[in-house]
């Protein structure tokens, strides 16, 4: 499991960003791989309409904004980076109609 979490570590980095993080590789013997899940604590400011305006940092746990599979120390597949960033999109605009 360890190579499995090294290789995925360098794949996160090169192709997302140092936002995104993953969980634990979990192993599927069905279809003889590796998943792994997307998530991030994604950072956003809020400014309060007080005077003086007072900025406030909050960190918005995002989960499932995509996965990794692994087989033989080989990537199999990946969300594609456009689709992680669109799925980031979508889950801070649901936050903030909140």
Do not use: C
């Not at 809020?46 to 900025?55: A, L, M, N, Y």
């Not at 995002?62 to 120390?73: E, N």
């Not at 597949?77 to 936050?95: A, G, L």
């Amino acid at each position: 499991m360890e190579a499995v979490r090294e290789l995925v570590k360098d794949h996160v980095r090169r192709t997302y960003g140092n936002l995104i993080q993953f969980d634990d590789p979990v192993y599927d013997d069905g279809n003889e791989e590796w998943s792994v899940n997307l998530k991030s604590n994604y950072p956003k400011i809020i400014v309060d309409d007080s005077d003086p305006p007072v900025r406030e940092l909050f960190f918005v746990k995002l989960s499932s904004l995509g996965k990794i599979k692994v087989h033989d120390d080989e990537i199999l597949y990946y969300t594609p980076r456009k689709s992680v960033v669109n799925n980031i999109k979508d889950n801070m605009n649901i936050w903030m109609d909140r």
